[in-house]
Each structure stands twice: as C-alpha cells, then as structure tokens.
C-alpha cells in the first residue's frame, strides 16, 4: 500500500485560493505519477493535475491551465495543488492517487487518498 493523506481543504469564496497537500508515503518506488482528481456531488470524477514522481512531467487540463497548478517539494513526499480564482463549480470532493503510469483514467491510479472537501462560495 501507499498511503495518501491530503490536506488544506475548506471554504472560501468566490475568487479565493486554496492549497491543498498530500503527503505520500515513502514507499514510492513502484509509483510514476501523483494525480489531484475531484468529484463534485452527483456527477463523476475527474483528473485535475498530474505530476510525475519526481517532477518532470506535469500534466493540467486546458480548462483549467491558468488558475490550478501542481508541484512536488524537494523531499519529492509532498504534492501540492495550488488553486486559485476559485469558482463556485470548483467546489468538490478533492482526492490525491498515486499510479505507475501517466493517465487521466481512475482505474490507473490503485493508491487513493481519503478526500478533502473543497466548498466555494459566492
């Protein structure tokens, strides 16, 4: 197993910014990529940012360039999710995964964080 625990989630209003941390387990010799995905209530989850394990590669929807980012500190066990000029319909449930390859699918990514609530308003 690798363990994920993310952190920094919360409420904040329109146009605010958010962090959020996930700190992965050392154990990472099996996994290439750590991805920040999110589920908005009733609909599907999706991939936000991907960032190889040792940060050469990173990967932010088009939709979404210019207001997320992701990067990995120093230590290469902390991946962050920068996000700012929050909207409303950013609010979701904001997950960390960790796979052995690049990809936006879920089921590429066995190694799942328990979630942080992210909540925006106007």
């Known amino acids: 197993q690798v363990p994920l625990v993310e952190s920094g989630g919360g409420s904040v209003q329109v146009g605010g910014s958010l962090r959020l941390a996930c700190v992965v387990s050392?154990?990472?010799?099996?996994?290439?990529?750590i991805g920040w995905f999110r589920q908005p209530p009733g609909k599907e989850r999706e991939a936000v940012a991907l960032?190889?394990?040792?940060?050469?590669?990173?990967h932010v929807p088009d939709s979404l360039k210019g207001r997320f980012s992701i990067s990995l500190n120093d230590a290469k066990d902390t991946v962050y999710l920068q996000m700012n000029r929050l909207k409303v319909e950013d609010s979701a449930t904001y997950y960390c995964?960790?796979?052995?390859?690049?990809?936006?699918?879920?089921?590429?990514?066995?190694?799942w964080g328990q979630g942080t609530q992210v909540t925006v308003s106007s």
């Open positions: 995964a960790a796979g052995r390859r690049f990809s936006v699918r879920l089921d590429d990514f066995p190694y």
């Open positions: 050392k154990s990472t010799s099996s996994i290439a990529y």
């Open positions: 960032i190889s394990s040792l940060g050469g590669h990173v």
